[in-house]
């Protein structure tokens, strides 16, 4: 019966993105794409009739959350929405397998970028937004955005937002939850409009700098049309593009503190710093190394922050092959698929915090071997950081490389080579949708079989919940608590 109550909160999750999807449907009246109306009707009319009654019951009995509960509810949350977003997909074209449909759907809800369609110029505009918006919600989160609303309901619960928030250790940036996750996405919504007014000014049309705008700020790869961002031929366009890239992979709790004048606690946090040296440090090793096959420096260093960011925030968007880069080069953008962005961000991969825990953990356990007596502490922030954060992120890592590990072999068993199956499986579980191989730069995952992309999109879901969150619904102890 408890199970039963618990259910109604993803349901009702469909009622706060059945708006956006009522604004792909009159966009197709607008752009007078009357195929579309009965692919975008009747998944509203399934809201509609799902949603309202769970709703209503709200009022009468809000069900109390447990800690345990938080895993369950956004799970499901995730699995729900993604299988009423891919109606769409299905609809449209009735050729398209319900798992490439539930493929496209799980790769943009989970900000991933990676796409079964061949030929975007074809696509109805309307079915484009659809796909943009979808980064946009699942970039800060659905849960994020029902638990903002939650008061509506008659429930609240920071559980919610822990099991779906990134990093270590979670914090609230104000004294209620329902304040936290306003505030994330009041700088979600003011980041994606200056984003959309800048690329207004660099010569985009409405449409495309709305779209872009939505996948830019979720650290999702996404384009309107085939020839995406290079077809402007705009470095402005190019430079935007990057800085917001950056921007959208650091932690949103760090805006936060900046209007607060909290600068101190900014200058000193370990993860930002590490974020920045990091993609500092890896462009100008790849402008050196690629800087022989352009014509001018400037060109070099362009493609290559831009690629670098685009890695390390998981954004996965590329303005060049990179596959034609140096071995060297190469390199240094594979270990950024596994590396991600900072945690409390829209990056999705292991987050850098985590590599700041084990390094500091490292230097630590060579003063055991020097002074054995010794008590040493990992230090984040300037502060002593709890040592179960060390436990946590040490279990963390070795569940993540097992997990990756588990989908390269399944990647290899279906006949892929190898390259082709470490990066899918990173990418994947990264939420990264770039990769080598067979997921190169113009190719498609149209060449995967259906049984690897119904895996696929697990990977997608349970990576964007930082693995805990899925996995633990399948630990025994679980539904014996």
């Known amino acids: ?19 956006l999807m009522l604004i792909s449907l009159i966009l197709a009246w607008a752009y007078q794409e009357t195929e579309m109306f009965a692919v975008f009707g009747l998944p509203l009319a399934l809201a509609v009739v799902v949603a309202a009654p769970v709703l209503f019951s709200f009022k009468k009995t809000p069900p109390a959350l ?7 509810i956004v799970t499901l949350t995730w699995v729900i929405l993604i299988v009423w977003g891919a109606l769409p997909y299905y609809l449209y074209e009735a050729k398209i397998h319900f798992i490439d449909a539930l493929f496209e759907s799980a790769s943009a809800f989970t900000t991933t970028g990676a796409s079964t369609l061949a030929d975007l110029d074809v696509l109805p505009r309307s079915l484009i937004f659809w796909r943009c918006i979808s980064y946009w919600i699942g970039g800060m989160g659905i849960i994020l955005l029902t638990v903002a609303l939650m008061p509506l309901l008659g429930v609240g619960g920071f559980q919610l937002i822990k099991a779906e928030t ?26 994606t409009l200056i984003l959309f007014l800048l ?84 462009s100008i090793i790849i402008t050196v190394n690629i800087a022989p096959l352009y014509n001018s420096m400037s060109s070099a260093a362009l493609d290559a922050v831009f690629q670098t960011i685009s890695f390390l925030s998981t954004t996965g968007a590329v303005i060049t092959d990179y596959t034609r880069w140096p071995a060297l ?34 230097g630590n356990e060579f003063r055991r071997l020097l002074y054995p007596r010794g008590v040493f502490s990992v230090h984040l922030n300037h502060k002593v950081g709890r040592k179960d954060v060390v436990y946590g992120v040490t279990a963390f890592v070795f569940l993540y490389m097992m997990t990756a590990a588990f989908i390269t072999l399944a990647t290899a068993a279906a006949g892929f080579d190898i390259i082709t199956s470490l990066t899918t499986s990173f990418s994947m579980l990264g939420n990264l949708g770039s990769g080598f191989g067979a997921i190169s730069p113009g190719s498609s995952f149209s060449v995967f079989p259906a049984h690897l992309k119904l895996l696929y999109a697990v990977a997608m879901i349970a990576g964007r919940l930082e693995i805990w969150t899925v996995l633990v619904l399948f630990h025994r102890e679980y539904w014996q608590s």
């Open 1 to 19: 019966m408890r199970l039963i109550k618990l259910v109604r909160l993803p349901l009702a999750a469909l009622a706060f993105a059945f708006p």
């Open 66 to 72: 447990y800690a345990q509960d938080g895993y369950l």
């Open 166 to 191: 990134t990093g270590p250790d979670k914090e609230k940036i104000t004294p209620k939850v329902t304040g936290t996750a306003k505030v994330l996405w009041i700088f979600y919504c003011i980041m």
């Open 199 to 282: 690329y207004l000014a660099g010569g985009m049309d409405v449409f495309d700098a709305i779209c872009h705008s939505f996948a830019t700020v979720s650290a999702g790869s996404i384009a309107t049309k085939n020839s995406s961002l290079t077809g402007y031929n705009s470095a402005y366009l190019t430079i935007v593009w990057a800085v917001f890239m950056f921007l959208a992979g650091v932690n949103f709790n760090i805006y936060y503190r900046l209007i607060r004048r909290n600068v101190k606690e900014v200058f000193f946090n370990s993860e930002l710093r590490a974020y920045i040296i990091l993609a500092v440090v890896i």
């Open 329 to 362: 080069a190469q390199m240094l953008l594979f270990f950024l698929m596994f590396t991600g962005g900072c945690s409390g961000s829209t990056a999705g991969g292991i987050k850098l915090i985590r590599f700041v825990v084990l390094y500091k953990q490292t």
